[in-house]
Structures are given as structure tokens and as C-alpha cells.
């Protein structure tokens, strides 16, 4: 357990499906990360949130539309997936001013279909 | 193109042998790490190296850091069957702009025999 949750850890929706995958945060940390891990890809990174304010988007489409409420929680609304969507969501956080290390949860397993 | 690359992309030995993975990157870094990442979970962290360090040690965990040729390595020793994962390294370096960030290569698929 690395005190980083996510839920659901496994999801299938139809394309024109609306859903959300939630992240949350037990460490008292006040940066939170969006990945997205494709098979044989490297990480990419969606989105990064610093105090509650979003700081990085990296030219993600409209179709995944990040929301932090808090510094202890990070949603992802997914609607209007497209298959190429299909991948592992992976929520991180970190401590910001530490050394940048970041803890991660399990995933979520998104299948579009 | 991506930061850090690792090499080999997959690599199987022996229980109780030695594995060394190998990470080259392309601009100056803050920090780099290694995190190791199971079947269809999230990552973990393993080790950081500072820039201005040349070589860690954390249990059967030896990490070196050549930064004249942009390079780390990562060693484990002993293996047992239980390191069977995937290793990635993540370099911390400034962005375009004045944001800093964690870059992940593809990662080495270790795979331990018993």
C-alpha cells in the first residue's frame, strides 16, 4: 500500500458512455498526477495539479476533463472515449519541495469499446 | 522524443544471479530515479540519485550515475523470483517553462527464474 487509492480499479465503457475515475490521497501530499500507460509506451503525463490548481495539461484531449476539489482528491470525467483510449490510468502524488518522488496507486484498467 | 530510455527492454536470468539495467537520457537533470512497477499495478519507488551523486546503494539496490554521459545504471543482486517486474527510470528535470517533471522511459521487463 503506498497510501495512494484509485477507484474502480477496472472499467469498460461504450464510447459514448460518461464516467469518472477517482484518486485519492493519504499521505498529505499537495501535488497530484494524472498518467496515462499504454502498452509498450512510456508514461505520459496528462495533467498535474499543485495546491489544488492545475499547472500542467499536456495537450491532452477535451475528452478527459481533470477535476481537483481538494488536495487530498483528483477525479478524471471521461466521456466520448475513443478506442485508443484503452489503457491504465495511473494517479500519482508527491510532496511539492521534497525531492519529487512519487507515490502511486494501483491503476485504473480502462477498456473502451 | 522521451527522456530516458532503458536497456535492455527485457531481460531474463537465473534466481540468485545479478540484473543490471542500463538508462540513458538527453538533457540536464535534478535528480533520477527508479521505481519497479508488478503486473498491471502502480509504481513504486525504489531509489533516487542526486545529480552531483555517482553511485547509491539501498538492500541488493546499487544505482550509479554517469552524468558526462548521461547515463545510470541499475543493479539488483542476489535476484529472487519475486523481483519479476518491470523497472522503470524517471528522470526530474526542468520543462520548457518553469515546470519541473518526472519523465519515465519505456522500462526493462525483468524476469527471474526460479
Known amino acids: 500500500e503506498t497510501g495512494v487509492t484509485q477507484t474502480p480499479r477496472h472499467l469498460v465503457m461504450g464510447m459514448t458512455n460518461k464516467k469518472s475515475l477517482k484518486c485519492e490521497q493519504h499521505?498529505?501530499?499537495?501535488?497530484m498526477y494524472w498518467y496515462k500507460q499504454s502498452a509498450k509506451k512510456p508514461l505520459e503525463l496528462m495533467f498535474v495539479?499543485?495546491?489544488?490548481?492545475?499547472?500542467e495539461n499536456n495537450s491532452v484531449p477535451s475528452r478527459f476533463s481533470p477535476e481537483c476539489p481538494n488536495s487530498s482528491h483528483l477525479f478524471l470525467h471521461l466521456h466520448t472515449l475513443q478506442p485508443e483510449d484503452s489503457a491504465l490510468y495511473l494517479c500519482?502524488?508527491?510532496?511539492?519541495?521534497?525531492?519529487?518522488?512519487?507515490?502511486f496507486g494501483p491503476g485504473t484498467r480502462l477498456t473502451v469499446t | 522524443s522521451q527522456q530516458g530510455e532503458e536497456d535492455p527492454q527485457a531481460l531474463s536470468i537465473q534466481e540468485g544471479e545479478n540484473a543490471t539495467m542500463n538508462c540513458s537520457y538527453k538533457?540536464?537533470?535534478?535528480?533520477l530515479q527508479w521505481y519497479r512497477q508488478n503486473s498491471g499495478r502502480g509504481l513504486v519507488h525504489l531509489i533516487l540519485?542526486?545529480?552531483?551523486?555517482r553511485e547509491k546503494h539501498s538492500g541488493r539496490l546499487r544505482v550509479t550515475l554517469d552524468t558526462s554521459k548521461k547515463s545510470s545504471s541499475l543493479l539488483i543482486t542476489a535476484s529472487r523470483a519475486a523481483d519479476t517486474a518491470s523497472y522503470f527510470c524517471?528522470?526530474?528535470?526542468?520543462?520548457?517553462?518553469?515546470?519541473?517533471?518526472?519523465?519515465f522511459g519505456s522500462g526493462t521487463q525483468l524476469t527471474v527464474l526460479p
Open positions: 500519482a502524488s508527491r510532496m511539492a519541495g521534497g525531492n519529487y518522488e512519487q507515490y
Open positions: 499521505l498529505g501530499h499537495n501535488a
Open positions: 495539479y499543485n495546491f489544488k490548481e492545475q499547472t
Open positions: 538533457t540536464s537533470i535534478n535528480n
Open positions: 540519485i542526486r545529480s552531483n551523486e
Open positions: 524517471a528522470t526530474d528535470a526542468w520543462s520548457s517553462g518553469s515546470a519541473r517533471q518526472l519523465t
